[in-house]
């Protein structure tokens, strides 16, 4: 038998800029061994810096300039958490996030990119739209375009500060796309007015003047205003004011300015300069901490000082890969000294671009020069789309590593459980005084006190992970398991976990187990409960489960099979999960999908309970694993009655229907299909496009209602009052006449 080479170090990677996606790509064709890699994004996505004027001007779709960092990340066998890095332990050697907890490094590398420095000018963080971070940007943006493509004919003015390349090559990309627009509607282009404000007396500083001239001429050329020597000292809502006195009407105003680095990495005590940039020698190691790295425009070259430009973050990935990879491996670190001066292909909006290279006297533009544009950036995006088949690891080699053993020889050792129940009750200090033995004692068992006048459920839930982030997953797994109880009107109690950690040493397997526990405790003291014990042991991959006990009056227990004639079926979240997820494992799911997919099931049904019990609900059961059809004909069993469901009123999370043309099914899918011999017009309804949907398994799925038709319509407006948007009535219940004895047996129609 093959094993998994153990996990020995961690190597932590903050941010998703250009050069943590070639180092993560480089992971990907030469994985490292026994290295568990935590990548830290704000984002699932990167953007492109090279691509998104192109996208701005209409050029691009947004897949084709974001890089997908959970596709990438699945390639180099990383986990991706989705959060903000806020401050260093360099102590401790751990990143403090913002939603997550503390995260330990063995080495790490910093690459956040950098964001437009911002002046003390009145009115700026109100009235106004920084470039960076890209992602707040182009939300701003696609609404000045569904604006303009709303109301074409209503006059719009945009002004952009910063007349460096950045800013001229914005406010170019800008008219292109709003003129496109305008001409579509049959309006006058000039609807659109352009303003362009730059302190400097003549654009494009840092190139030579044959470009500077080139890009002034094209700017008056194309009607844009443009406003040198003029400082900006306020911004009013729909109005600019330079220190001149000069003032400019503006319904939106970008900001394009000179980098400045976020101010955590200099509280955090590693060196930096005195703008805030981390301080890195030839090998972008820090200065002063040489365990950590640092890349891209959060860089500040000692040695070789460089301008802010993403031509030396995409330079920088191959030596940071390289030089992380020797440091793991304890060799030798390589020097790297970046290129003195480097090539520009600025674009004019028009699918055109204009060359820039040092001094040279270029500066004519053509539709080449962006063909040539066009050529580079989409090799360069290539790289992330097409990639090597996720490596395997290393094999152990009996003579240097000993085989794991079975039985109670692979749980995971004490004083990894003392350090991270430690640090959980440190943490997360139980609340409940029901819980007589609990994680406080070193029983053999837990103990709970159970009132006389109720009754306690039982319920147990336990699955392999389906996403690289263990604190996440142990929040999604709690939620599904705690699921059961609410669905049965239970309030939950306590519960006890089971946990495979994939083989590492006794500092990796303590920092996954802990963030896993606190992802499940946080879910459970939100709801009420206490992780009481568990159990927890070696395997070749993360899996985690809970067996949650719950407390309920006996005569208000929901049964599934209470369901009634005249009610209607609510279902509080959206169908698909398990298409997205086995499409994300065939890498055929965007990123904004699973995204998605990943906030349905972090959203708790416990409220959704609560408010199907106030509207008279008499059955209820949360739709899982055996997806809608199958936990629908459990509902059924043994009744006379019909259910009529319509699939124009299944809730469908995005990105359903397209896996669905692409033939991707759950593997679970073939044995739920077997339930169709419930659906009575199966015939039919199977040739519908969403006929697969209803046997599609759903990991935290939601909650599915029998409620009185006269209690149904205020019922799904306090759903979607409490934070269920989505619900909606998917079916009505008929009764049935006796001698119908093909109905009993097939008691579901679908229109």
Not at 57 to 81: F, K, M, S, V
Not at 121 to 145: A, C, E
Not at 630 to 641: Q, T
Not at 658 to 681: H, M, R
């Amino acid at each position: 038998m093959k094993n998994q080479q153990p996990l020995e170090k961690e190597l932590v990677l903050i941010g998703g800029g250009h050069s943590h996606a070639i180092a993560l790509r480089n992971f990907a064709m030469n994985p490292l061994p026994g290295v568990r890699i935590i990548l830290i994004s704000e984002q699932s996505n990167t953007p492109y810096s090279g691509m998104l004027p192109g996208h701005v001007a209409g050029h691009y779709t947004y897949e084709e300039c974001h890089i997908d960092l959970r596709h990438l990340a699945t390639a180099a066998q990383a986990q991706l958490y989705v959060d903000r890095a806020i401050d260093l332990d360099l102590a401790q050697n751990r990143v403090i996030c913002a939603g997550h907890p503390p995260v330990r490094f063995d080495i790490l590398s910093i690459d956040i990119g950098s964001t437009p420095e911002l002046p003390d000018v009145p009115g700026i963080l109100d009235y106004s739209v920084p470039v960076k971070p890209w992602r707040f940007f182009l939300q701003q943006w696609q609404q000045v375009i569904e604006c303009v493509t709303r109301h074409p004919d209503q006059p719009i003015s945009i002004g952009v500060v910063g007349g460096g390349a950045g800013g001229v090559e914005l406010v170019l990309t800008i008219q292109h796309k709003l003129q496109r627009i305008l001409q579509s509607a049959g309006q006058p282009l000039s609807t659109l007015t352009l303003h362009l404000f730059h302190r400097g007396a003549q654009v494009m500083t840092g190139h030579n003047a044959r470009i500077r001239q080139r890009f002034q001429q094209i700017l008056s050329q194309q009607g844009i205003n443009l406003h040198l020597k003029e400082t900006v000292s306020q911004v009013q809502k729909g109005k600019v004011f330079c220190e001149s006195g000069f003032q400019v009407e503006c319904d939106i105003i970008f900001w394009v300015t000179r980098a400045s680095a976020p101010t955590w990495p200099r509280q955090s005590g590693i060196a930096t300069d005195e703008r805030g940039f981390i301080q890195v020698g030839p090998t972008l190691q820090s200065v002063s901490h040489p365990h950590i790295f640092a890349a891209g425009d959060i860089a500040a070259m000692v040695a070789s000082p460089r301008p802010k430009a993403g031509v030396f973050a995409v330079r920088q990935g191959k030596p940071l890969a390289e030089n992380l990879r020797r440091l793991l491996q304890g060799d030798a670190l390589q020097t790297y000294k970046p290129q003195s001066k480097f090539l520009s292909l600025i674009s004019t909006g028009d699918r055109k671009a204009i060359m820039s290279w040092g001094a040279l006297p270029l500066g004519n533009e053509s539709a080449w020069l962006w063909r040539w544009k066009d050529a580079i950036d989409r090799k360069f995006m290539d790289q992330f789309r097409k990639l090597p088949a996720m490596g395997t690891n290393v094999d152990l080699s009996p003579d240097t590593t000993p085989m794991p053993c079975a039985g109670c020889g692979s749980k995971v050792g004490s004083s990894v459980l003392e350090q991270t129940l430690s640090r959980l009750r440190q943490d997360y200090p139980p609340r409940r005084h029901d819980i007589l033995v609990g994680l406080g004692g070193a029983d053999d068992a837990a103990v709970v006190e159970v009132p006389p006048d109720q009754v306690m459920v039982h319920t147990l839930d336990y699955f392999r992970s389906l996403i690289n982030d263990p604190f996440i997953f142990g929040q999604i797994a709690a939620h599904h398991s705690l699921s059961d109880l609410f669905a049965m009107g239970a309030t939950p109690q306590s519960a006890l976990a089971m946990a495979t950690l994939p083989y590492g040493s006794d500092p990796v397997l303590t920092e996954t187990l802990y963030h896993l526990l606190a992802g499940a405790t946080k879910v459970l003291q939100q709801a009420g409960a206490e992780l009481v014990g568990g159990h927890t042991t070696e395997g070749a991959e993360l899996a985690f489960g809970l067996a949650c006990n719950g407390l309920a009056k006996r005569d208000l227990i929901l049964s599934k099979q209470s369901i009634q004639p005249d009610q209607v079926l609510i279902l509080t979240k959206p169908l698909g999960t398990g298409l997205i997820f086995a499409a994300a494992m065939r890498q055929q799911a965007r990123d904004v999908w699973i995204d998605a997919a990943v906030q349905s099931m972090l959203k708790s049904n416990q409220a959704a309970a609560q408010c199907f019990l106030e509207h008279q609900a008499t059955a209820c059961t949360d739709i899982t694993g055996f997806g809608l059809i199958g936990h629908l004909s459990e509902m059924l069993r043994h009744s006379s009655i019909q259910i009529h469901l319509d699939f124009a009123d299944l809730p469908v999370m995005a990105g359903v229907t397209d896996i669905l043309t692409q033939n991707i099914y759950s593997s679970l899918y073939p044995q739920n299909l077997k339930a169709g011999k419930w659906v009575a017009n199966r015939s039919q309804a199977q040739t519908h496009a969403l006929w697969p949907l209803l046997f599609d398994p759903q990991t935290s799925g939601g909650l599915l209602a029998a409620v009185p038709q006269n209690h149904a319509e205020k019922c799904l407006e306090n759903l979607k009052t409490i934070g269920y948007e989505q619900s909606v009535i998917i079916g009505r219940v008929a009764s049935l006449q006796p001698q119908n004895s093909k109905a009993l047996h097939q008691p579901i129609v679908i229109y």
